[in-house]
């Protein structure tokens, strides 16, 4: 069993810039990946960006390429997702989520494959 915890989110205007943060319960070495998704009212959660942690790759959503980045700080068992360049079109609801150390490896565009979740946080961008 696996605690996350994001903050960071707010309100920011387009072209401004948010890091959000989730806070893992547990050493985040143990997981095979975490990831980032969003859900805004009346669509359905898509990932946004993932790390795996072996080997450190990272994936993203074409929509946010060269604009988000994540990183982790094993030391802080955190993981961030830095978001710049913000456009109103990535205003959601933001989660991040992980999986148990002998879960199968998921994959990162896929909700269900990811068992643990945090409560979300709030991105809203403004033109």
């Known amino acids: 069993q696996v605690q996350l915890v994001e903050s960071g989110g707010g309100s920011v205007q387009a072209g401004g810039s948010l890091r959000l943060s989730c806070t893992a319960s547990r050493n985040t070495a143990v997981t095979s990946c975490i990831g980032w998704f969003r859900q805004a009212p009346g669509e359905e959660r898509e990932g946004v960006a993932a790390?795996?942690?072996?080997?450190?790759?990272?994936y993203y959503t074409d929509s946010v390429k060269g604009r988000f980045t994540i990183s982790r700080d094993n030391a802080k068992n955190t993981v961030y997702l830095q978001m710049n360049s913000l456009k109103p079109e990535d205003t959601a609801m933001y989660y991040c989520?992980?999986?148990?150390?002998?879960?199968?490896?998921?994959?990162?565009?896929?909700?269900?494959?990811?068992?643990?979740w945090g409560q979300g946080t709030q991105v809203t961008v403004f033109s």
């Open positions: 790390l795996y942690t072996s080997g450190g790759v990272t």
């Open positions: 989520a992980t999986v148990g150390p002998f879960d199968p490896v998921p994959l990162w565009t896929q909700p269900s494959d990811f068992a643990y």
